[in-house]
């Protein structure tokens, strides 16, 4: 598939991250079925309901399971060969708590620190810049157990960054959050998104928070790979179809648009009609306006947004995957 990463091949430079047919079957169930893509360096989001199969594909990517066949590359290096190698390379934020209760805030992620390979003092300086960062300065000195849901997941995203990895893979960081803690949990990630030399895959169902922070998307549902790509480009389509609100007989207009192999389809209002842009121009919209009793009220360019997106790709699954 074509992808921004590959855009940036021609360079030299490796895919952030990269996946050949990936498959993982868990018994009867496929978690991944025959996954391939090419990702570059940025924000890239990872989208899918429960059961698309994204933290399968986090803990592939860093070793710690392995693919049922196809094959998987970080760095340009196999997780299941250099998975050791990748993981220093990381900074991972499960979903689940992995916490340790009795421990302070500051000597949890510290010794998280001393686990990526950082020398004592230096992840104790470390832990308490990160600390700082995510906004817990004036409660690293509390047990984790005394920690609330925010305090959790923003101490579980310090240990992640406290080895100043080049890449971050977190599932679902916004976890459990309400509205104010979720707002500051994105922000935070748009801040580390936007630094030179960092990348970050966010992992989520939430499709607001992709666009809050990333500029590139890889979609799941099912196991499959619905699309991959710029998310500009993906929701932006370049102007290549218009939405129409129509006055009077809607059903009308859609039988002489047809007929003119203009192929509307309906949208998010009974009288709102979306169709590719014509190859023969606009005047085939009014003819068929015209034609059926009609008025146009309204005739312009489609805007796209995550949910529209999505819920078309799953609906048409083999027009959007790209694999």
Do not use: W
Request: hydrophobic letters at 45%; a neutral charge; charged letters at 20%.
């Amino acid at each position: 598939m074509a992808t921004s990463a590959e855009a940036r091949s021609g360079t030299g430079l490796p895919a952030l991250f990269e996946a050949r047919d990936l498959t993982r079957r868990f018994g009867a169930i496929d978690a991944l079925t025959g996954i391939s893509l090419r990702v570059g360096e940025g924000a890239i989001g990872l989208i899918g309901p429960n059961g698309a199969g994204k933290t399968t594909l986090i803990r592939i990517l860093l070793g710690l399971l392995a693919p049922t066949s196809g094959s998987a590359a970080v760095f340009g290096l196999d997780p299941g060969r250099d998975g050791l190698a990748i993981r220093e390379r990381v900074g991972y934020m499960p979903e689940q708590d992995c916490l340790i209760p009795h421990m302070t805030g500051v000597g949890f992620v510290a010794y998280m620190g001393q686990v990526s390979g950082l020398p004592e003092d230096a992840a104790f300086q470390r832990a308490h810049e990160v600390l700082q960062f995510v906004g817990l300065k004036e409660e690293r000195y509390r047990k984790l157990s005394e920690f609330s849901v925010g305090m959790r997941q923003r101490v579980k995203l310090a240990q992640a960054l406290v080895h100043d990895p080049p890449l971050l893979l977190l599932d679902e960081p916004t976890s459990g959050l309400d509205p104010g803690g979720r707002s500051g949990m994105l922000a935070l990630l748009r801040l580390l998104a936007e630094r030179p030399g960092r990348s970050l895959v966010l992992s989520t169902h939430l499709l607001g928070d992709v666009e809050r922070v990333c500029d590139q998307v890889v979609m799941l549902s099912n196991g499959t790979l619905l699309t991959s790509g710029s998310l500009a480009a993906l929701l932006g389509s370049a102007g290549a179809e218009l939405t129409v609100k129509v006055r009077g007989d809607v059903d009308a207009f859609v039988r002489a648009a047809t007929a003119r192999g203009l192929e509307p389809r309906r949208g998010t209002t009974t009288a709102e009609l979306r169709l590719p842009r014509p190859a023969m121009g606009e005047e085939a919209i009014f003819a068929a306006a015209l034609e059926s009793g009609t008025q146009i009220r309204y005739l312009g360019p489609s805007v796209s947004t995550m949910e529209e997106l999505f819920l078309s790709l799953v609906d048409r699954p083999k027009a959007g995957a790209t694999a």
